[in-house]
């Protein structure tokens, strides 16, 4: 082994990515491969603590690794990258198990997203959506994960995964690595097209809000156009143009621009103009994703073979903590 830091992080086969997600998360995933060793896991057990429709589940897992392939988490270009679907690896719900047993039932209960769902899901709160923080501190742990890229809304979760973490070191001695969370620095935070006050989120109620990295040109198109802007027709970075900014941000990225030759390009032209560079550059920008997350749905046996090979290596590695863990606490070591 080297010495370079893991990186870890699941993500939910739900839905699809945005624009918003990929700019703010899954571009910071495909740079970590430039110096970590990373591990990315497309967490299909998670996905079942809400009910889920079967063939849809299964969709959305081969989509998900496609168009994160795509975008260019790729273990075909970096050895050290692996990409694979949680349920091909048991250690992950054998460690759970087991670390279901140094975890309180206290802790669980004050997790806020577990009390948010249990709201949302009041017909169906299974003990599953209770200790899937616990399985979440799995995932992390079999690793040696030394940096958890997370949102925000994971960090009480990052932090009881270091506390079970610690709480097991203390009794059997080293044993876990502590994972640290990375918040990404401020950068590529982007809005609503329809409210561009708030985060783009694909949960948002009206779909001309955000841009999905599978949009066609038509869709990203006519969604851009009607971005919300302002009545001053001018193309400039400035607190009370936050439709405007957010275009700026997005075409900035695209088209590789700095605010200054942005401001340069538009002087003395309207958002007409400055919508559809803006348009055009983001099509360009995806059109190469697009097309490779294509060719891998089509090629589903160069998928397989991808996602197959990465839970290999994942369950080697896996495998590795879970046997320490289980001599720790007393288990008999199977025989040869
Ligand atoms: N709970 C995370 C989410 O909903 C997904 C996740 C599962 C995860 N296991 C993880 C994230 C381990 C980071 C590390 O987004």
């Known amino acids: 082994m080297n010495d370079k830091k893991t990186v870890f992080s699941g993500i939910q086969p739900s839905g699809k990515i945005t624009l918003g997600n990929y700019l703010g998360?899954?571009?910071n995933w495909v740079d970590f491969q430039e110096d970590c060793r990373c591990i990315f896991c497309v967490v299909d057990e998670h996905a079942i603590t809400v009910r889920q429709e079967p063939a849809k589940l299964r969709a959305q897992?081969?989509?998900?690794?496609?168009?994160?392939?795509a975008c260019g988490i790729d273990p075909e270009k970096y050895e050290d990258t692996v990409l694979y679907i949680q349920s091909h690896v048991p250690q992950h719900a054998q460690l759970s198990w087991l670390l279901n047993c140094y975890t309180m039932f206290g802790e669980l209960s004050r997790m806020t997203q577990f009390k948010d769902k249990s709201s949302k899901y009041s017909d169906n709160i299974n003990a599953g959506l209770f200790t899937y923080p616990v399985l979440m501190a799995a995932d992390i742990l079999l690793y040696k994960t030394d940096i958890v890229p997370v949102g925000i809304d994971q960090k009480q979760h990052l932090e009881l995964a270091r506390t079970i973490a610690q709480r097991f070191n203390g009794v059997y001695g080293d044993t876990f690595t502590v994972p640290?969370?990375?918040?990404p620095k401020a950068g590529a935070k982007i809005m609503s097209l329809s409210e561009p006050t708030k985060k783009m989120s694909k949960s948002d109620s009206n779909e001309n809000g955000y841009i999905?990295?599978?949009?066609?040109?038509?869709?990203?198109?006519?969604?851009?156009?009607?971005?919300?802007?302002?009545?001053?027709?001018?193309?400039?970075?400035?607190?009370?143009?936050?439709?405007?900014n957010n275009l700026m941000t997005i075409y900035s990225i695209a088209a590789g621009k700095t605010d200054e030759e942005i401001v340069k390009e538009f002087e003395g032209r309207g958002y007409g103009d400055f919508k559809t560079a803006v348009a055009e550059a983001l099509i360009e920008m995806l059109r190469p994703i697009q097309e490779k997350k294509d060719y891998l749905l089509q090629n589903k046996d160069h998928l397989e073979k991808i996602y197959t090979e990465s839970a290999k290596k994942a369950e080697w590695l896996a495998?590795?903590?879970?046997?320490?863990?289980?001599?720790?606490?007393?288990?008999?070591?199977?025989?040869?």
């Open 212 to 244: 999905l990295l599978a949009d066609t040109p038509d869709v990203i198109n006519r969604k851009i156009k009607r971005a919300v802007t302002d009545s001053e027709a001018l193309v400039c970075r400035r607190d009370d143009k936050p439709g405007v």
């Open 25 to 27: 998360a899954v571009k």
């Open 319 to 336: 495998s590795r903590t879970l046997e320490k863990v289980y001599r720790k606490v007393g288990f008999v070591a199977k025989g040869k």
């Open 61 to 69: 897992t081969f989509e998900l690794l496609a168009q994160l392939i």
């Open 180 to 183: 640290e969370p990375f918040i």
